[in-house]
């Protein structure tokens, strides 16, 4: 299987709730939980509940546009339900040489220390 075939991911069982996660924030497009692995003492990953062909951000097109936008103001409800709206980083790891592990689109939002630039 090719790491971006389109798959079903860890991330649909998350959905389902059929492995647990710390859930942050949840609407009827959106679901944001807590990274297992946290490389800040906040890091939450915010996902679209139906992928719709987003394995990852360079897969994206038009029809795309809306569930975009919601995952982006999903991530500031997160930072501003975790305090840390003083400053935050929203990353998107998209393909094999950004080191993205799981294709289904995710953003991480982190914070909650300095958080520098530029990232390595
Ligand atoms: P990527 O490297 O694809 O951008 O990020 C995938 C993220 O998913 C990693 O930070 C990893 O720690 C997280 N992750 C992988 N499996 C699980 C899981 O089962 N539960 C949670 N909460 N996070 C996971």
Known sequence: VNADSGAPTIFDKIINKEIPSSIVYEDGKVLAFRDINPQAPVHVLVIPKFRDGLTDLGKA????????????????????????????RVVINSGP????????????????????????
């Open 61 to 88: 097109d038009g029809r795309h546009e809306e569930i975009l936008g919601q995952l982006l103001h999903a991530a500031k409800i997160v930072a501003e339900k975790e305090g840390i709206l003083d400053g935050f």
């Open 97 to 120: 040489s950004a080191c993205q592990s799981v294709y289904h689109l995710h953003l991480h939002v982190l914070g909650g220390r300095q958080m520098n630039w530029p990232p390595g």
